[in-house]
């Protein structure tokens, strides 16, 4: 496993797409963190319950930018979306790696906040 980390307009989306022509597997965190929390998935019911219906759209989908709006202005809030949101998505990386793992000899991994978050793989089952 290879990891792919970075601010924004550090390039990353474009070694991403280079690896991918070159047929590597590139298991993307934003693209996991988006998914679980649409409607019905993991993580939505608790960011619901966690700061209230009022972040939901007429679709009921979560409002990227009104959650933004709480959570950029309050660190622990921030931190306690974080909470809820990057152990399911650690874990579905990790079920996605197990997938692929017998068939790939190299899997890059693209996390933005790798090292800023201090993302910790250890000890999860």
């Given at each position: 496993?290879?990891?792919?980390?970075?601010?924004?307009?550090?390039?990353?989306?474009?070694?991403?797409?280079?690896?991918?022509?070159?047929?590597?597997?590139?298991?993307?965190?934003?693209?996991?963190?988006?998914?679980?929390?649409?409607?019905?998935?993991?993580?939505?019911?608790?960011?619901?319950?966690e700061f209230g219906?009022?972040?939901?759209?007429?679709?009921?989908?979560?409002?990227?930018?009104?959650?933004?709006?709480?959570?950029?202005?309050?660190?622990?809030?921030?931190?306690?979306?974080?909470?809820?949101?990057?152990?399911?998505?650690?874990?579905?990386?990790?079920?996605?790696?197990?997938?692929?793992?017998?068939?790939?000899d190299v899997i890059?991994?693209?996390?933005?906040?790798?090292?800023?978050?201090?993302?910790?793989?250890?000890?999860?089952?």
């Open positions: 496993m290879i990891g792919l980390t970075g601010g924004i307009a550090t390039g990353k989306s474009t070694v991403t797409r280079l690896l991918r022509e070159f047929g590597y597997v590139v298991i993307d965190a934003d693209k996991i963190a988006k998914e679980v929390v649409d409607v019905g998935k993991r993580a939505y019911l608790d960011i619901v319950k219906e009022d972040i939901l759209d007429e679709n009921n989908r979560i409002d990227r930018k009104r959650l933004g709006e709480i959570i950029f202005k309050d660190e622990k809030k921030r931190r306690k979306l974080n909470q809820i949101v990057h152990p399911i998505v650690i874990q579905e990386m990790i079920d996605k790696i197990e997938q692929l793992s017998d068939d790939k890059f991994l693209d996390i933005p906040l790798l090292i800023e978050e201090k993302i910790c793989w250890k000890n999860r089952d």
